[in-house]
C-alpha cells in the first residue's frame, strides 16, 4: 500500500526557514513521481514543486529560488526546503505521488496523498 507521511511543518517568521519531510512506503521513491503541493484557506490546492520519476525537478514560479525540493533513497524520503518563507506562504502543505512519466505541478493527476503539515509564516 502507498503511503505518504508529511511533517516539519510549524509557526516561523518572515524570512525564516522550515524543512519538510515527506516520508514514503509502500515503493521506492525513485520509480514514482512525487510532489509537495499547498492549499491556504479559501483557496484551491496548488503544486509548489515536483521531482518526477526521472529527476526532472520542476518549482512554481512563486517559489523558485527559495525553495528546493530533494530526496534520500536510503531514507525513502523526499524534502522540501524552504528558505526566506512569506506571509504568502501560509498554507497546508501535502506530498503526493503517482505512477507518472513526466512530472507536473497539476495535482488532478495525483491519485496518493499524505496528510498535510501546516506552515505558518508570521509578518
Known amino acids: 500500500e502507498v503511503q505518504l507521511q508529511a511533517s516539519g511543518g510549524g509557526l516561523v517568521q518572515t524570512g525564516g526557514s522550515l524543512r519538510l519531510s515527506c516520508a514514503a512506503s509502500?515503493?521506492?521513491?525513485?520509480?514514482?513521481?512525487i510532489g509537495w503541493f499547498r492549499q491556504a484557506p479559501g483557496k484551491e490546492r496548488e503544486g509548489v514543486s515536483c521531482?518526477?520519476?526521472?529527476?526532472?525537478?520542476i518549482y512554481a514560479d512563486s517559489v523558485k529560488g527559495r525553495f528546493t525540493i530533494s530526496s534520500d533513497g536510503g531514507k525513502n524520503t523526499v524534502y522540501l526546503q524552504m528558505n526566506n518563507l512569506r506571509p504568502e506562504d501560509t498554507a497546508v502543505y501535502y506530498c503526493?505521488?503517482?505512477?507518472?512519466?513526466?512530472?507536473?505541478?497539476?495535482?488532478?493527476?495525483?491519485?496518493?496523498w499524505g496528510q498535510g503539515t501546516q506552515v505558518t509564516v508570521s509578518s
Open positions: 509502500g515503493f521506492a521513491i525513485g520509480s514514482w513521481t
Open positions: 503526493a505521488t503517482e505512477n507518472l512519466k513526466e512530472g507536473t505541478l497539476d495535482p488532478y493527476y495525483f491519485g496518493s
Open positions: 521531482l518526477g520519476r526521472y529527476g526532472r525537478i
